[in-house]
């Protein structure tokens, strides 16, 4: 290290030991500069206006005690090398400290003023070492995702020409095709689609890596995803002849997730079932609830084909691996699916697992969470401890009037939110978030903290600025309605978390009332 | 797809649609595919000659490649707006490049649609049928 002064940040209250450490820094004969703080939220506080060289750190401090004071420093400084000056010997919390990125534990009654000198030094350099690695890992996963990013789009655009031409042929535009050559040009076909979904695989997983997956949740009903993702392989099940059942709890309620994300990784789970079972085999869907964790929905694939081994199990999610006794003819991608799967769960706040046993079959589980109306009412509603007095619900439907090419519609929408959600207040009204609907139409609903005369001039607005938008006026195809629902009067509850259960409990069933109550709901602030 | 012209050979399947890629093999394979569906096929193969073709066939409707030389195809889509008589040009962006942040460039940039090569040409085919028809009933009024 040069000779530039060390800036040194000694979180310490006891005066006598602050003054120990100074002198030690002295007798160092260390360029050194010490701000003294006797407070954790001083300590904190200082971290968020400067960085210093090094932090020296007591653990027993007015405002915070143990371990506790080491993990707050770390979380709010991470770059910053921390030295732990401890009042006793505690091998168990020194190892804790260092385990969590502490660079060293030192004991105040015997520290010599070399030895401090030498702590602080190699702190500082192994801090920088550390940071440059981190820097160099993040580095190279951006390289990789670059390359491979780079690498698919120029394998994308002779695939493309293959595809093409190949579904010309098979679509007899390039002259008679028979039945034989039809079948080639379908295989051809089939593989040209493998290749395309590698290339998409690789992409992900580089994505999931990098902690870029894109995941858009909404309010969506558990079932239909089931179903959904059922009935477009029920095709391939009655090929193999292996059954396809589903089993759906019927007080099922609703998720937030995104819904393609979570049908891809419901397809996977299935494809793969079906593809390890043999014919006369069952593959099963389940969606359910279950008592001792109440926040999430469980769903399940369970199958009844030949297991994963013992070994291969703990395995399974790893990128690109492949169990070698499942290896044969059928085998169609890279061996990322299940890596992908779990970290798209994982990016809802989800978790999913495997259970096997061979020769008798597997089950995969993933858990999604629930969709909680009052989590989401509660800092709207509220108001210095006491309820809004004024709640209306607006339900807001776009419509499109011809048929818009699916990517223009979705983004038309995801404008249309963004809009709504500056048009109202931000701090007193809610925009829920959108319902996944199978059709056309996209419905949203606003829960505003506004007196019911005043929604005519709310809803007026609205509409005034949605029909602005200038994808809209070009095109034109999109009817924009604005209307007030009713909310039933409050009865009388006796904490604020009770009222606001209540109030969701109510938006839940004006919500359903109004969609036509298609689906059953649990009544707990379901929506 | 055995029978490929679906809407029957009405007007709507007269329209004159460009197609912009720098990719000879994918400009005739597209060429093809279109004129099988009762559509005039022109094309360009960079962004320089895409206005320039857009200002002498005025396409009812183009399919644009992102990565083009001469001018990408984020280039092509704003001359087409700043244009006086090409700007009410559907645009369906057809690309290797990656949807994500690309296809909400190229719809703020103006294009109506947004695929990823391979396409399917049932999708592609619905999206020119769904960007075509206002275009048209517009072309029909003025």
């Known amino acids: ?527 | 797809m055995a029978n490929e012209n679906k809407s029957g050979g009405q007007p709507l399947n007269r329209a004159k649609i460009m197609i912009v890629d720098d990719d000879p093999d994918l400009r005739r394979a597209l060429k093809l595919r279109l004129r099988a569906n009762q559509y005039e096929t022109v094309s360009a193969s960079d962004g320089y000659s895409a206005i320039a073709v857009a200002q002498k066939e005025h396409p009812n409707l183009i399919i644009l490649d992102l990565g083009l030389p001469a001018g990408d195809g984020f280039n092509v889509m704003q001359r087409l707006q700043e244009s006086d008589n090409l700007s009410d040009i559907p645009v369906i962006v057809l690309t290797a490049r990656d949807p994500q942040g690309n296809e909400q460039l190229s719809l703020a940039g103006g294009a109506t649609a947004f695929f990823q090569k391979p396409v399917d040409n049932n999708e592609l085919l619905e999206a020119i049928r769904a960007n075509l028809q206002p275009a048209l009933t517009k072309a029909l009024h003025s």
Not at chain 1, 119 to 132: D, P, W
Not at chain 1, 239 to 247: A, D, I, P, R, S
Not at chain 1, 408 to 437: F, H, I, S
């Open chain 1, 1 to 527: 290290m040069d000779q530039q002064t060390t800036n040194v940040l000694l979180i310490e209250d006891n005066p006598g030991d602050a003054d120990l450490v100074r002198l030690r820094l002295v007798e160092a004969r260390f360029p050194v500069n010490v701000n003294c703080v006797n407070r954790l939220s001083d300590g904190l506080a200082s971290l968020a206006n400067e960085t210093p060289s090094v932090v020296l750190l007591d653990l027993y401090l007015p405002d915070s005690r143990g371990a506790e004071t080491f993990r707050r420093v770390l979380e709010n400084a991470p770059h910053v090398p921390v030295v732990v000056l401890s009042g006793q010997e505690d091998e168990a919390l020194a190892i804790k400290a260092v385990h969590q990125g502490v660079q060293d534990y030192l004991i105040k009654g015997d520290l010599s003023s070399k030895q401090l000198e030498r702590a602080i030094r190699y702190a500082v350099e192994r801090q920088a070492l550390l940071r440059s690695l981190e820097m160099a890992r993040s580095q190279q996963l951006e390289f990789k995702n670059r390359f491979l990013s780079h690498v698919s789009h120029e394998l994308r655009t002779p695939l493309t020409c293959i595809h093409q031409f190949v579904t010309l042929m098979a679509d007899g535009l390039a002259g008679p095709v028979s039945p034989e050559q039809h079948d080639h040009l379908k295989t051809i076909l089939k593989s040209v689609n493998q290749l395309h979904a590698m290339i998409r695989d690789l992409l992900e997983a580089t994505r999931a890596e990098c902690g870029k997956l894109r995941i858009e949740p909404r309010c969506v009903v558990a079932g239909d995803l089931v179903q959904q993702a059922v009935a477009l392989l029920r095709p391939l099940a009655q090929q193999k002849q292996v059954g396809l059942e589903m089993g759906l709890d019927t007080r099922l309620p609703l998720v937030l997730a995104d819904p393609d994300r979570i049908l891809e990784v419901l397809v996977n789970l299935i494809d793969n079932g079906i593809k390890f079972t043999p014919a006369d085999g069952c593959v099963t869907v389940k969606a359910c609830l279950v008592d001792a964790d109440p926040d999430h929905v469980y769903f399940s694939v369970a199958d009844t084909g030949r297991g994963i081994n013992p070994e291969a199990l703990p395995l399974i999610f790893e990128r690109l691996f492949q169990d070698p006794d499942t290896v044969d003819g059928n085998r169609s991608g890279l061996g990322l699916g299940l890596y992908i799967a779990k970290e798209i769960v994982a990016r809802h706040g989800g978790r999913m697992w495997v259970a096997s046993q061979p020769g008798q079959g597997s089950s995969f589980s993933f858990t999604l969470p629930l969709y909680s109306l009052a989590k989401l009412l509660f800092p709207v509603i509220t108001h210095e401890g006491r309820l809004r007095e004024a709640l209306a619900l607006v339900r807001l439907d776009l419509t499109p009037l011809s048929s818009l090419a699916r990517g223009n519609w979705r983004e038309t929408c995801t404008q249309c939110l963004d809009l709504l959600g500056r048009c109202v207040y931000v701090d007193k009204d809610l925009v829920l978030p959108a319902m996944a609907t199978g059709g056309p139409q996209e419905t949203f609903f606003v829960v505003a903290s506004t007196e019911m005369q005043r929604v005519p001039i709310m809803t007026t607005r609205i509409r005034q600025q949605i029909g602005a938008l200038p994808q809209l006026k070009t095109s034109g195809t999109l009817r924009v309605t604005a209307r007030a629902l009713p909310l039933p009067s409050m009865p009388e509850a006796k904490t604020l978390e009770q009222q606001v259960e209540l109030v969701a409990d109510r938006v839940t069933e004006a919500v359903l009332l109004d969609l036509g109550c298609k689906h059953s709901f649990t009544g707990k602030g379901a929506l």
